[in-house]
């Protein structure tokens, strides 16, 4: 039978060949280079959260932003339209100014100037059902956001007060459609 008989003083020059081996390989510090080597990864790994979390919230961003818009779509869609419709219930305005009380009282145009009335209220009900109202002008203050000051109009009342309006502004939902064209008081 052969039997393995080492002595200690063999098992100290094998641990020291071991050992050498290590310091030539440079694997002696194995630890401290795995404990960087975790501490860079985990770095990196926090830093990819960090944009992933930055994705999500550009994501969360676009996604609001786009409803919006969207929104803004529906609601503002009319806008063009109801511009060049505005040119129409100018022109019936203008139509039932210029008939005088003897024209009311005449038979033959009653019918006439009742369809004509008719027909701005309903431009004017289609215009509330889409949001589109009449900027308030007369004996207002002058806003730059809602009137256009056309002409300055010697007056009693106080300066920058609307005393006259030339064309009637509107708004549709919360946007200005079109400015009212007005004059605006000057001391006098």
Same mark, same amino acid.
């Given at each position: 039978?052969?039997?393995?008989?080492?002595?200690?003083?063999?098992?100290?020059?094998? &641990?020291?060949?071991?050992?050498?081996?290590?310091?030539?390989? &440079?694997?002696?510090?194995?630890?401290?280079?795995?404990?960087?080597?975790?501490?860079?990864?985990?770095?990196?790994?926090?830093?990819?959260?960090?944009?992933?979390?930055?994705?999500?919230?550009?994501?969360?961003?676009?996604?609001?932003?786009?409803?919006?818009?969207?929104?803004?779509?529906?609601?503002?869609?009319?806008?063009?339209?109801?511009?060049?419709?505005?040119?129409?219930?100018?022109?019936?305005?203008?139509?039932?100014?210029?008939? &005088?009380?003897?024209?009311?009282?005449?038979?033959?145009?009653? &019918?006439?100037?009742?369809? !004509?009335?008719?027909?701005?209220?309903?431009?004017?009900?289609?215009?509330?059902?889409?949001? !589109?109202?009449?900027?308030?002008?007369?004996?207002?203050?002058?806003?730059?956001?809602?009137?256009?000051?056309?002409?300055?109009?010697?007056?009693?009342?106080?300066?920058?007060? !609307?005393?006259?309006?030339?064309?009637?502004?509107?708004?549709?939902?919360?946007?200005?459609?079109?400015?009212?064209?007005?004059?605006?008081?000057?001391?006098?």
């Amino acid at each position: 039978m052969n039997e393995d008989k080492t002595k200690p003083e063999d098992a100290q020059v094998a &641990g020291d060949v071991i050992d050498a081996t290590l310091d030539e390989a &440079g694997l002696e510090d194995a630890p401290a280079a795995d404990s960087g080597r975790v501490a860079e990864l985990e770095r990196a790994l926090e830093e990819e959260r960090q944009n992933l979390l930055y994705a999500k919230a550009e994501t969360q961003n676009v996604r609001r932003r786009l409803e919006t818009e969207k929104q803004n779509a529906q609601a503002y869609a009319a806008t063009s339209f109801a511009r060049d419709i505005l040119s129409v219930k100018d022109n019936l305005e203008r139509a039932l100014g210029t008939v &005088g009380d003897d024209l009311r009282n005449d038979e033959r145009l009653k &019918g006439l100037i009742t369809g !004509i009335e008719a027909t701005g209220r309903e431009i004017d009900s289609v215009f509330a059902r889409h949001g !589109i109202a009449r900027v308030e002008a007369m004996g207002q203050t002058l806003d730059p956001n809602k009137h256009q000051a056309m002409l300055e109009v010697p007056s009693d009342e106080a300066p920058g007060t !609307i005393v006259q309006e030339l064309q009637s502004g509107y708004t549709i939902k919360d946007r200005l459609l079109r400015p009212a064209l007005v004059g605006v008081a000057k001391k006098g």
